[in-house]
């Protein structure tokens, strides 16, 4: 049999400081510094500027690997060029359509292509964007975009698990770089497209407005409570 | 263009300068789960956009070593890097002391390829450090650390050496410290400063806090070298920041403490609407650089993620600005107090630094070292640190036990 409940005892509530300094040095905000070996890093003293040798491989070793400028790179890079944004022309019959867009985002890689030269493959630049979509089949972007769409995030799930699952031959490295550089693009631009105003690249918070989309605490609708990220707690 | 707050005899802000950058091309497959904001994507978009704009051209760049076992041990806990060094998303279900012990799980989930990420984003920073300590002004070096949106962890709490101020949201937000009378403590009191401030802070309202303190905090410190976290977590419309900054605004920071012409180092931090942090990231690298980016951006392989106006600048939103005028008033005449009873850094001659200064000489190849992992240790659990009437919570160890810093899983911010 179910005892009756006992009423709580009443908490005396400290009147919330209205005054912002007030607040800010509310000692019953305070969280107390942890001060001790554990806590700081220990700061040598002094003892003068690096002497020559001292050192050196160590210190060349943090220096990594220098990927540009390349020994027999153009000096003649086109400083005109620097900082430079798309033009104003475009000769395409249907200007800023996702065709548009793809046609001129592939010559701008041609042309990076020969202005990097080697650098090029160091940044992987033929790894990103839409490029990624050449290594998959058409029946497996398809399946790939079903596997998203069924474990959307606003109900804790991830496609990652079942993507894995589903392309066994491949790693989570290459599917990851799938989502982000062919997937999710291409939502974008879809969605960008037929006016949505804000998109956001989590599956769920297309459309909603910015107050929304910055809760730090989500409250599914229904079994999923998601974590509040970048809270207070330590 | 603003002229800086430079007090020191320079060049003009507009000169152009040597910029390194440092890059690793895996950084951008490293994926800490699905719906978690933290997408180290966003450093591969900033990358295409700086190819795009024709800035990587422009500066030296490099991909960094990555820090070994024995890198990470200088500075953390020998048992907090053996654990990142194990734990993997399989395994964790049988760590759920250590986990809950080292602060990871959530805000910081263990993911594919965590230890190798965090050796990926070390060793850039330890590698830019090192730059730093090659080509610092003075005789002594003093660091500067600022942080753009959220507070230290007060490791460099009581020193001297270091003066770290930070600029973030204050109450109820990773990761819980940061209060304005929190100077410092011991021989470090007054070297620590923290600003703390309200939603939706906006340029305007952030630089009459920042510009006169930080001309403060140049003058009386006088670092040799300035380490500046940019923190894109502070811009407007911030899936997790409640803060209204521009682009501008916020790369109005980086001018600034460039304008001073002291050695400085730009590291990231937060940020987590990833096509602002990469047009952010991109513009500062411009500011660095001394050149002006146009607004209409360039067609590249991220160009979608910038739709439906695909510029670099957005406007920020409509969002109410907390901080009343006279709160800032208050906060900045508070540190401006605080700085005041700064003692004067000791004689050192500031020296203006030649054109050319030699810096050391890039290796094209460099052999991958392996660090060996020899040293274990048992260390009891953290004690979680309370509400407590003091300002410190002073802990003392046996001599044996190691060095480290605050089991504070900081990886977050990379």
Known sequence: ?234 | MEAGGNSLPSGPDGVKRKVFYFYDPEVGNYYYGQGHPMKPHRIRMTHALLAHYGLLQHMHVVKPALARDRDLCRFHADDYVAFLRSITPETQQDQLRQLKRFNVGEDCPVFDGLYSFCQTYAGGSVGGANFLKCTSLASEIHFLDIEFCTSGDGVFYTTDRVMTVSFHKFGDYFPGTGDIRDVGYAKGKYYSLNVPLDDGIDDESYQSLFKPIMGKVMEVFKPGAVVLQCGADSLSGDRLGCFNLSIKGHAECVRYMRSFNVPLLLVGGGGYTIRNVARCWCYETGVALGVELEDKMPQHEYYEYFGPDYTLHVAPSNMENKNSRQQLDEIRAKLLDYLSKLQHAPSVQFQERPPDTELPEVDEDQEDEDGRWDHDSDMDGVDDCKHVSGRVKREYLEPKDTIGRHCCAHFLTA
């Open chain 1, 1 to 234: 049999m179910k005892q009756p409940k006992q009423p709580k005892p009443q908490k005396l509530k400290k009147p919330i400081p209205v005054n912002w300094l007030e607040f800010i040095t509310d000692d019953n905000l305070k969280l107390a510094i942890p001060v001790g070996p554990r806590f700081q890093v220990d700061v040598p003293d002094w003892t003068g500027p690096p002497h020559e040798g001292y050192d050196e491989s160590i210190n060349s070793r943090w220096l990594g690997t220098q990927v540009w400028p390349i020994k027999d790179a153009r000096s003649d890079t086109k400083v005109d060029l620097i900082g430079k944004g798309r033009s104003n022309f475009c000769t395409c019959p249907s200007p800023g359509s996702i065709e548009c867009v793809k046609r001129h985002v592939n010559d701008k890689k041609v042309q990076l292509q020969f202005d990097l030269g080697p650098a090029f493959w160091k940044w992987r630049f033929n790894e990103m964007g839409q490029e990624v979509s050449k290594l998959w089949n058409l029946e497996e972007q398809k399946q790939f975009d079903c596997i998203v769409k069924m474990n959307p995030i606003s109900e804790g799930k991830s496609f990652l698990t079942p993507a894995l699952e589903c392309f066994q031959t491949l790693c989570s490295g290459t599917i990851v770089s799938y989502y982000f550089n062919v997937y999710v693009p291409r939502r974008m631009s879809i969605k960008t497209r037929a006016g949505i105003k804000i998109v956001d690249t989590d599956e769920d918070e297309d459309g909603k407005d910015l107050k929304s989309s910055r809760k730090r605490c989500r409250s599914g609708s229904g079994k999923f409570v998601r974590t509040r990220y970048l809270t207070g707690r330590r």
